[in-house]
């Protein structure tokens, strides 16, 4: 069935620090966004990248969809980086976006 | 922009009454999206509509749930009667066309006692 699967499911980091979240699919994606759910349960649109490479400030992320799997990398974390991580996928054929479990990131200072 | 924009956020009711979610998307995109956000469940997609029209209802968990889209600017959410196990998270999100980026609203917290 169509699947997202992220890791690691928590993760706990000293400010300054830096930080790999994965995300794996298991077909062609017509869509993969990343969003930030902060302690307030805002959902923040984080990147629009369905393949390829993008940057943005201390967040980049790659999408590698010939593999099925997208990387998000955080550095020089900050407290105000805690929250949860998502990965959406829509995969090819107009199924909806499907959301992963998350990575719980806890920035400590 | 002022994004898309949701009422109430909070909303407590007592279980058998109705309950209305109001979504304002963003100006110019012409697919909306509510989703819910549970902690058993996670985010799952309750419906879309493309230029006003539902498109894929499936998520829509009983037929105490309906949602409607009278005009590009306005969209609603409406559980008759509300159960405990309707207390969630409600999202609401539009997007430019169907396979675009989503933009999500700051959701509506529904608790039902």
């Known amino acids: 069935g169509i699947q997202v699967e992220q890791s690691p499911p928590d993760l706990i980091l000293q400010e300054g620090a830096n930080s790999t979240l994965r995300c794996n699919f298991s077909d062609s994606v017509n869509n993969l966004q990343w969003f930030h759910q902060n302690p307030w349960g805002q959902l923040i649109n984080l990147f629009y990248i369905p393949s390829g490479t993008k940057q943005n400030g201390r967040l980049s992320a790659t999408t590698v969809a010939t593999e099925r799997y997208s990387l998000l990398y955080i550095s020089s974390s900050q407290t105000t980086d805690s929250g949860v991580y998502f990965c959406a996928v829509e995969y090819s054929g107009n199924t909806p976006l499907v959301f992963g479990k998350g990575t719980r990131l806890s920035v400590i200072a | 922009d002022a994004g898309v924009i949701q009422s109430p956020r909070h909303e407590v009711t007592e279980m058998g009454q109705e309950v209305t979610l109001r979504c304002k998307p963003i100006?110019?995109?012409?697919?909306l999206f509510w989703y819910r956000q549970t902690m058993m469940r996670g985010l799952e997609l309750l419906i879309y509509?493309?230029?006003?029209?539902?498109?894929?209802d499936s998520g829509m968990p009983e037929d105490r749930f309906s949602a409607k889209m009278p005009n590009a600017s306005f969209s609603t959410l409406k559980i008759q009667p509300s159960e405990p196990r309707d207390s969630a998270v409600y999202f609401c999100?539009?997007?430019?066309?169907?396979?675009?980026?989503?933009?999500f609203g700051p959701g509506t917290r529904l608790t039902v006692t």
């Open positions: 999100a539009s997007g430019r066309d169907r396979n675009y980026e989503q933009y």
């Open positions: 100006s110019g995109h012409n697919s």
């Open positions: 509509f493309n230029n006003n029209v539902p498109i894929d």
